[in-house]
């Protein structure tokens, strides 16, 4: 990759493509010596959108300012203490009620900001002041509430409070509960409720088909969500047919069981059912393909229909090229991005991160890693652990420890991960003294050992040809309970050279595949005494693609699909202070102001 002028080839790609900013990146490969070191400082370049602006404020007058001033202080107070009653009864005064705007604009925030259990906290206490009339959207608001965060027994209790009250069933309150049974992982009692209001009321809503299939397939349970999907689609007679978030979750379902045939199918639906596509949906399809090409044609459709990559799908195709192996197609769609105007997220700079980390490129990681900082996006533990691998590949075991104390000094805890990448570079060089050095370091943390460490310290052993103790580690790793992955059996199969240690071996490898199927019966006839479902366990230490991935071959994102109805928000997203400007005036009805509570629980 050659630098023109005093330009990078990112910088000269998107001078090419301004004609159309959105087009796919154009990645030309020219290789020189170190070129590529040059071209990765240009993401120090500044951004202007970047750069964050404090946000002008207009006040109506002084006693407004005061008030709003007032309101941001009591929510940072909330924020720190994690709980909201103890400042709220500090605000009120004793002669005096809280204002009701004030009242309800920080539960329209907390329900923005979708920290439900604030929410919940604030409506439990309302409910028990004399100056609060707690009306039936209060209570709709507190089912809501105690439904996202899965705590079915207290969404159950509000529901039996409100039927008791004389207050009519309603399809909100239902849905709810429904939902607090799904997150509970009680999935047989959220179908009750579905099939209750489909044959008794209240008529199910297009919300409560979007989480009912959703629990089905949290649940794994994919017949069922294909089931109703399937009716809504084929339903004549149906109200509503299927949305586009429902396509999603299908699109989403499919990728989950395998079977991305059907996947594509259901994308290709949507345009035929006129069903709207957004960056969500293709970054569904992107999220499960494994070839560089195969992401790198999904985005250029994507382009081709007029729809503008977010941040995820700039991500998922950094990441695919990434684990390509072409780094300069990475580092220039990262640059890309940049020049959209999309601000990168965490995830994104450590997908970047990974992708020099994973070819030992150090210089280049470093420049990345310095961005992130510049860009105020804080790094994680993942971060530091890519940090510590690309010193590793380096073969730069010296930085790698300089790092893992930095790593501490940031305030970060080691683990598991981080420990065995320190090792596998000891391994990798041969020095097992340092290997079993950073175990016991990593012992009195007390951080567990998986598969992965066990293995690495059975490949050290394996390469001084050191039988006994590879025997030793290897029934340890059994005595500890775990399964011993495909390469930790062939080091031990390797080094047998003796007759009596080739019996060993085979006896210790056939007796793991018994016991490997006594736990897996055991396990799936397991019962979950709580609802009387099947309930399989986690069987991922015995899959060798899962034990390949926790050998220590460092990835930074495990799951990139954003879109269906997600209550997490990015840690790096940036929020907007509304402040109060978005209640109603004082000269307002107050029915004015539930409603409009009201309006956005029905539309959330």
């Excluded at 120090?44 to 404020?57: D, G, I, N, S």
Aim: charged share 30%; with cysteine.
């Amino acid at each position: 990759m050659e630098v023109v002028a005093s330009q990078s080839l990112l910088s000269f790609s998107s001078n090419l493509c301004k004609a159309k900013v959105y087009r796919k990146p154009c990645l030309q490969s020219v290789k020189t010596n170190g070129s590529l070191e040059v071209v990765a400082r240009g993401m120090l370049a500044p951004r202007k959108f970047m750069q964050r602006r404090k946000k002008e404020e207009v006040f109506k007058d002084a006693v407004d300012e005061m008030e709003q001033k007032n309101w941001r202080r009591m929510m940072r107070e909330i924020e720190e203490q994690g709980c909201a009653v103890p400042v709220l009864r500090v605000q009120r005064t004793k002669a005096q009620a809280l204002p009701r705007d004030l009242v309800l604009g920080t539960l329209v925030r907390f329900k923005q900001l979708k920290k439900w259990g604030i929410v919940g906290e604030i409506l439990e206490w309302l409910r028990s002041q004399h100056w609060w009339e707690f009306s039936e959207m209060d209570f709709l608001m507190l089912i809501t509430a105690y439904g996202k965060t899965g705590d079915f027994n207290r969404a159950e209790r509000v529901l039996k409070y409100m039927n008791k009250k004389g207050y009519t069933p309603s399809v909100i309150s239902h849905t709810a509960l429904m939902e607090a049974y799904g997150r509970a992982g009680q999935c047989s009692k959220a179908e009750g409720i579905f099939r209750r209001m489909k044959s008794s009321g209240p008529e199910p809503s297009p919300l409560t088909y979007q989480i009912i299939v959703k629990t089905f397939v949290e649940a794994n349970k994919f017949e069922e969500a294909e089931a109703v999907f399937q009716d809504l689609l084929n339903e004549e007679r149906a109200s509503f047919k299927p949305d586009q978030k429902m396509f999603h979750m299908m699109i989403y379902m499919y990728r989950k069981a395998g079977n991305y045939n059907q996947a594509r199918k259901t994308f290709s639906q949507m345009a035929e059912k006129g069903i709207p596509q957004s960056a969500v949906t293709f970054n569904s399809l992107m999220s499960f393909e494994t070839s560089y090409k195969e992401v790198s044609s999904i985005y250029d459709q994507m382009q081709r229909s007029g729809i503008r990559p977010d941040v995820v799908s700039y991500t998922l195709l950094i990441s695919a090229y990434g684990k390509a192996r072409r780094e300069d197609e990475a580092l220039a769609v990262f640059e890309e991005m940049l020049n959209a105007g999309v601000r990168p997220t965490r995830k994104a700079y450590n997908v970047l991160l990974d992708a020099f980390a994973i070819s030992g490129m150090l210089q280049e990681a470093k420049t990345v890693f310095k961005s992130m900082r510049r860009d105020k996006v804080s790094p994680d533990l993942c971060s530091y652990a890519t940090m510590i691998s690309a010193y590793v590949n380096a073969s730069d075991m010296d930085g790698a420890e300089k790092f893992f104390r930095r790593l501490k000094e940031d305030g970060l805890k080691p683990n598991v991960i981080v420990y065995g990448t320190l090792m596998k570079g000891y391994a990798k060089t041969n020095n097992i003294e340092r290997v079993m050095r950073v175990y016991e370091r990593m012992r009195m943390q007390g951080v567990e050992s998986n598969q992965a460490i066990y293995t690495i310290i059975m490949d050290s052993y394996g390469k001084n040809s050191d039988f006994e103790s590879a025997v030793v580690w290897f029934k340890e790793m059994r005595r500890r309970g775990l399964s011993p992955d495909q390469k930790a059996k062939n080091i031990l199969l390797s080094l047998a050279k003796t007759p009596e240690e080739q019996e060993e071996a085979n006896e210790l490898v056939i007796n793991e595949g018994s016991d490997l199927c006594e736990q897996m019966t055991s396990k799936s006839n397991d019962v979950d005494d709580s609802n009387g479902e099947e309930t399989i366990g986690d069987l991922s230490s015995f899959d060798e693609n899962e034990a390949k991935v926790h050998h220590l071959e460092r990835k930074t994102i495990e799951y990139l699909y954003i879109g269906y109805n997600s209550d997490e928000d990015e840690d790096d997203d940036e929020m907007v202070d509304e402040g109060l400007d978005f209640i109603s005036s004082e000269e307002k009805e107050e029915l004015s102001l539930g409603k409009k509570l009201f309006d956005s629980e029905i539309g959330n």
